[in-house]
T-cell receptor, first 113, second 113 residues
Framework: EPEVTQTPSHQVTQMGQEVILRCVPI?????FYWYRQILGQKVEFLVS????????KSEIFDDQFSVERPDGSNFTLKIRSTKLEDSAMYFC???????????FGPGTRLTVL | GENVEQHPSTLSVQEGDSAVIKCTYS??????FPWYKQELGKRPQLIID?????GEKKDQRIAVTLNKTAKHFSLHITETQPEDSAVYFC????????????FGTGTKLQVIP
């Protein structure tokens, strides 16, 4: 069964550094999402992406964040200048056209020191 | 935007007993309500979902009920087993085309053998 994959599984970075989190959605899916989950808290929506552009973003998704689909398979989340409070688990998800379910990847644990 | 409230935050039950988790949502346009189970350090896994045109859905030991008028929905787990121990999140999805999912705050279920 196809799955969403994410790399790396764990990323440690210094405050102020740029990080890129990578996701490979399920191949025939057209809608892509990033969520984050601070340890012990709920899953929070960051951004949705469709047809090569952002379709919706939350207030968390400020100018420090960007997303890109650089090729036909990858979907990336970039944080330009990381802050301590960016430490969280970041989940990518994808959904097929006409489907309800969003399929989540295994997550990338980002630790900002 | 959508706001999803979830209760209780923690729930302990004896093995074999039932567990009930309740959620309310704010946006009357929401039309899809998934429930996720999340084990420590893992991705949210969809366990059951319900659309707004259905009042109840059951899958083996798990059932979900939806009251659209009152804007609340519930998860029922019968004959609980130790492997049911996890954090459970309810969620609601709006009717917009890009369909971000808004999560509840989570319920930590502990099934005591």
């Amino acid at each position: 069964e196809p799955e969403v994959t994410q790399t790396p599984s764990h990323q440690v970075t210094q405050m102020g550094q740029e990080v890129i989190l990578r996701c490979v959605p399920i191949s025939n899916h057209l809608y892509f999402y990033w969520y984050r989950q601070i340890l012990g808290q709920k899953v929070e929506f960051l951004v949705s992406f469709y047809n090569n552009e952002i379709s919706e973003k939350s207030e968390i998704f400020d100018d420090q964040f960007s997303v890109e689909r650089p090729d036909g398979s990858n979907f990336t989340l970039k944080i330009r200048s990381t802050k301590l409070e960016d430490s969280a688990m970041y989940f990518c998800a994808s959904r097929r056209q006409g489907g309800n379910e969003q399929f989540f990847g295994p997550g990338t644990r980002l630790t900002v020191l | 935007g959508e706001n999803v409230e979830q209760h209780p935050s923690t729930l302990s039950v004896q093995e074999g007993d039932s567990a009930v988790i309740k959620c309310t949502y704010s946006d009357s346009a929401s039309n899809y309500f998934p429930w996720y189970k999340q084990e420590l350090g893992k991705r949210p896994q969809l366990i059951i979902d319900i659309r707004s045109n259905v009042g109840e859905k059951k899958d083996q030991r798990i059932a979900v009920t939806l009251n659209k008028t009152a804007k609340h929905f519930s998860l029922h787990i019968t004959e609980t087993q130790p492997e049911d121990s996890a954090v459970y999140f309810c969620a609601a999805r709006g009717s917009g085309g890009y369909q971000k999912v808004t999560f509840g705050t989570g319920t930590k279920l502990q099934v005591i053998p």
